[in-house]
């Protein structure tokens, strides 16, 4: 038995209405990762778009669409020294079309599981942008 025992906290309740026709499939508690700044807050996956909300601050949310989603990996923090926190050696990765990167830290195995559904729903997204910029 572990010395230990933390029970996970539930995923966060999204704190919009969303419109219609998106719904919530994931959410998780996660920390964005800006430069030397890391904001707590919650993650959320939608079937169009990823979402977080920040604890505290005065731009809470950061959005990003599918259809904007260039790429995503699983990779070291950024601009983490030796001795950086185990939950670190691995965060969710997004890049834009814009080229910006966008850093998420919530845990290797929740991060593993997310990976494969933000790849398949970008990729998704950019297939349906074709189609439609093909029947245009």
Known sequence: MPL??????????????LPSGEHVD??????LLQGKLALKGALWMTNRRLLFYAERGDARWM???FA??????LYPA????MGAPLSRRQCLCVETAQGEQVWWDFGERDEREWIEDVRARAAAARDAAVS???TD
């Open 78 to 81: 950024p601009g983490m020294t």
């Open 132 to 134: 439609d910029a093909s």
């Open 68 to 73: 904007e989603v260039r790429s995503a990996g």
């Open 63 to 65: 959005v990003v669409p």
């Open 4 to 17: 230990f025992r933390r029970t996970p906290k539930p995923p966060p309740e999204i704190p919009i209405e």
């Open 26 to 31: 994931r959410g998780t508690r996660a920390t």
